[in-house]
């Protein structure tokens, strides 16, 4: 037998399974350690950002629940920018109307103050005025508006002469160029289902008729905070979800006191 094959024994296959284990564990140490090191730092992330959006919000901490999306953050850490931040603030009060705010901003810096970039935003809305949401019902008096079962129902009376009733009107919401639009679902008249035609062709109660046809849309930006436009509005079980959007909006600078306005 040759010296040479006394130094370099033959490698057997229990040796070599034994080192790609071992090559193997240790690849799965490396990576548990990025993969800790990226919670860590996705932890840390969500409560610098959570502090800054406190600040700006003028809420408690408690109050607003941030989250960091995205696969990794370190590696998006490398271009200075998240792909996505969501924050969620519960029972809180825009304008006249009250409920959950949910709102997903992508592509955003690590400065709050920078600008990010698409801003969607839903208000799910469940109390509050929600009589500033419809039109004017000129010429009847409207004393409730409500959630009813996927409509909004406006309940009020009318009086003719010596005459007077009790209506409701079922309405389903839409949005059009950024207002608030509503289509006639039903209307009831002293519990009596009717149509608009035939409330004009009975001719009594011609102030109804007026009310439901002179005003298709109303505008509610100033419900809403400034800079964003609503895109849609749907009626749930007893909520309200109104979609809204915005884009360049700075975190760090984003104020639910500010509400837009309504151009007359």
């Not at 800079?227 to 984003?254: C, H, Q």
Request: proline content about 3%; aromatic content about 4%.
């Amino acid at each position: 037998m040759s010296s040479s094959a006394l130094d370099s024994p033959a490698t057997t296959p229990g040796a070599r399974g034994i080192g790609i284990v071992l090559v193997l564990l240790i690849a799965l140490v490396q990576i548990a350690g990025v993969v800790a090191l990226d919670v860590a730092v996705r932890a840390v992330g969500q409560q610098i950002v959570g502090a800054e959006l406190e600040k700006a919000l003028d809420t408690d901490h408690d109050d607003v629940d941030v989250e960091i999306g995205g696969f990794s953050v370190l590696a998006q850490a490398v271009s200075g920018r998240v792909e996505e931040v969501r924050l969620r603030i519960n029972d809180i009060e825009l304008g006249r109307l009250n409920g959950d705010l949910a709102v997903t901003a992508r592509d955003v810096p690590f400065d709050v103050t920078a600008p990010s970039g698409k801003v969607d935003a839903l208000y799910t809305i469940e109390t509050g005025e929600l009589r500033s949401l419809v039109p004017e019902f000129s010429g009847v008096e409207v004393d409730d508006v409500r959630i009813g079962d996927h409509v909004v129902v406006i309940e009020g009376s009318i009086a003719a002469y010596s005459s007077s009733a009790r209506f409701e009107v079922d309405l389903v919401p839409d949005v059009r160029s950024g207002d608030l639009a509503f289509e006639t679902a039903d209307i009831r008249v002293d519990g009596t289902s009717t149509t608009v035609e035939e409330l004009r062709a009975e001719g009594r109660w011609g102030a109804l008729v007026r009310a439901l046809t002179a005003q298709e849309t109303a505008c509610i930006a100033d419900q809403m905070p400034k800079d964003f436009s609503l895109t849609a509005i749907t009626v749930g079980d007893g909520e309200l979800v109104a979609e809204l959007e915005a884009s360049r909006i700075k975190l760090g600078a984003l104020s639910l006191d500010r509400m837009g306005d309504c151009q007359s």
